[in-house]
């Protein structure tokens, strides 16, 4: 069955950076496109990135861009996000997600929780 | 960026009822429309994706209808494990955008 397992998540002073991985099973992993969507706590669900299957279609929220980095490792099927520059405000539990058609997910993984505080 | 405005943003109700949710868009997606069931600690399950289609394994139950800019969520008998936070959300248009919500709690 399809399985999404994201890590790396944890608690990182404002300013900081942070990895997150995304580790798929159960389907071809390079055949698909990918997402990283957000949840803040107690908050509604924010997509963040996008990236296509072959790694080179990247999309950002404004949110985001400049400051995080998705990439893929198909080989490793695996997904990433690099976040730099950590605010407060991006506190959240990350999720990946596959990408069935536009940007519509139809499996998320269990999510990772970000913590951005001094 | 197109807003999505769900209605109601919580709502009671027993087991056995027929529950709808209403979701808005700011602008037309035609039948680009999601939604998704997420119970407290867990991830997002999608329900339903293009307005109507079912996604595999879902229950008959659930339903979806409209397009352009209104849409519909409906479960047409309520079980305990449906009491949940119900989202839509729009993939016509970059980027895509989620409604706030609608929880729907026990009666």
């Given amino acids: 069955q399809v399985l999404l397992v994201e890590s790396g998540g944890g608690l990182v002073k404002p300013g900081g950076s942070l990895r997150l991985s995304c580790a798929a099973s159960g389907f071809p992993f390079g055949d698909y496109y990918m997402n990283w969507i957000r949840q803040a706590p107690g908050k509604g669900l924010e997509w963040i990135a996008h990236i296509s299957s072959s790694g080179s279609t990247i999309y950002y929220a404004d949110s985001v861009k400049g400051r995080f980095t998705i990439s893929r490792d198909n080989a490793k099927k695996s997904l990433y996000l690099q976040m730099t520059s950590l605010r407060a405000e991006d506190t959240a539990v990350y999720y990946c997600a596959r990408n069935l058609k536009l940007y519509y997910s139809d499996y998320w993984g269990q999510g990772t929780l970000v913590t951005v505080s001094s | ?107």
């Fill in chain 2, 1 to 107: 960026d197109v807003q999505m405005t769900q209605s109601p943003s919580s709502l009671s109700a027993s087991v056995g009822d027929r529950v709808t949710i209403t979701c808005r868009a700011s602008q037309g997606i035609s039948k680009f429309l999601a939604w998704f069931q997420q119970k407290p600690g867990e991830a997002p399950k999608s329900l339903i994706y293009d307005a109507s289609s079912l996604q595999s394994g879902v229950p008959s139950r659930f339903s979806g209808s409209g397009s352009g800019t209104d849409f519909t969520l409906t479960i047409s008998s309520l079980q305990p494990e449906d009491f949940a936070t119900y989202y839509c959300q729009q993939y016509n248009t970059y980027p895509p955008t989620f409604g706030q919500g609608t929880k729907v709690e026990i009666k």
